[in-house]
């Protein structure tokens, strides 16, 4: 099947007429027009009423043609389909989907079976919710998917992915607040399976913390898994799946309690980092790790407080030493480093 996509853009626009973000006023009108999908000249989305040979399928957000490939479209706000386009699993050849709501139900039709490698996945409904077409081409590179312009006639057939494009090991540095843990979900947002290390206490008996866990605990996609552990060492060498561990400073602060180290010996707590970085180094899945970037704010009036800022600092240079990519987020702003 050949699909024209004659927009690509959500159903203003983009930029919005009127609109005056900053998304919005760095582009021309009319960059991009509302979503528009043409198959073979003959159908067009939504597939409710297909034309002879053709036939609809997933409540006519998908097309299997005559030729035996299958189209989903996933426009926001629609769930991921229970079945493929044969009623079962069978994968789909092209998906185009908005990717700026909510990225994980591409993992979650991956995770299904409904998208593979082979899958020819292309973002549509592109609109204000992204700061430019720079940044929206950063998260698509992550995700394994492309974007490409109004009038774009694609072609249903098996998708080239670059082998290895994604790092291995990540390390995303940050301050209080900054985003370094909405980038690091981010980075796997499209992954079928990820396992979530939380380091940090449950909240109980604190509200404040408690209402920072739940957050947390919302905002990630719901079909994760999720360790609650500061016991990172096996975590690390025992991960199957892509692990996201948040953060470095919570595990930190867990060893300095368990050794009892903020006033006495702090042997242990060097011992247990060069566990970490030598775990780390060994990794058998990818890791995408979030730490408190500690070198940029007061000398800590204590002792104790100095201590912990000295491990930290330390460990956050030894990790990004072994790490291919490392970047400090400001503002939610990503810079690499």
Do not use: Q
């Not at 097309?63 to 009623?87: F, K, M, N, Q, Y």
């Not at 209402?211 to 096996?234: Q, S």
């Not at 050794?259 to 775990?279: F, I, K, Q, S, T």
């Amino acid at each position: 099947m050949k699909v024209l996509l004659s927009g690509t853009a959500g159903g203003s626009g983009w930029p919005e007429p009127g609109c005056r973000c900053v998304s919005c006023a760095g582009l021309p009108s009319g960059h991009r027009r509302p979503f528009e999908a043409i198959v073979d000249g003959v159908a067009r989305f939504p597939f409710d009423d297909p034309p002879s040979g053709y036939r609809a399928c997933a409540g006519g957000l998908g097309l299997a043609g005559p030729d035996g490939s299958r189209l989903l479209c996933l426009p926001a706000g629609r769930p991921v389909p229970v079945d493929g386009p044969t009623g079962g699993p069978t994968r789909y050849d092209m998906v185009l989907i908005d990717l700026l709501d909510r990225p994980e139900r591409l993992g979650e039709l991956r995770r299904a079976g409904l998208a593979d490698d082979r899958t020819l996945v292309v973002a549509v409904g592109l609109d204000h919710r992204v700061r430019s077409e720079a940044e929206l081409a950063r998260r698509l590179r992550l995700w394994d998917a492309l974007v490409v312009p109004d009038g774009t006639e694609l072609e249903t057939g098996p998708a080239v992915h670059p082998a290895g494009s994604a790092p291995w090991r990540t390390l995303l540095l940050g301050g209080s607040r900054s985003g370094k843990s909405g980038e690091a979900e981010l980075r796997l947002a499209a992954e079928p399976y990820v396992t979530y290390v939380a380091t940090g206490p449950s909240g109980a008996g604190d509200g404040e913390w408690a209402a920072r866990v739940r957050a947390h605990r919302e905002r990630r996609p719901g079909h994760w898994a999720t360790v609650e552990t500061a016991d990172l060492v096996p975590a690390v060498l025992e991960a199957t799946t892509p692990l996201l561990i948040d953060g470095l400073g919570t595990w930190l602060t867990a060893v300095f309690d368990e050794h009892g180290a903020w006033e006495g010996d702090r042997a242990p707590v060097r011992e247990r980092c060069d566990e970490l970085v030598a775990a780390w180094r060994r990794a058998p899945a990818r890791l995408v790790a979030v730490s408190d970037e500690v070198g940029m704010g007061v000398v800590p009036a204590t002792s104790s407080g100095r201590a912990f800022r000295d491990a930290l600092g330390r460990l956050n240079e030894r990790l990004a030493a072994e790490s291919e990519y490392v970047a400090l987020v400001v503002a939610g702003r990503l810079l690499e480093l």
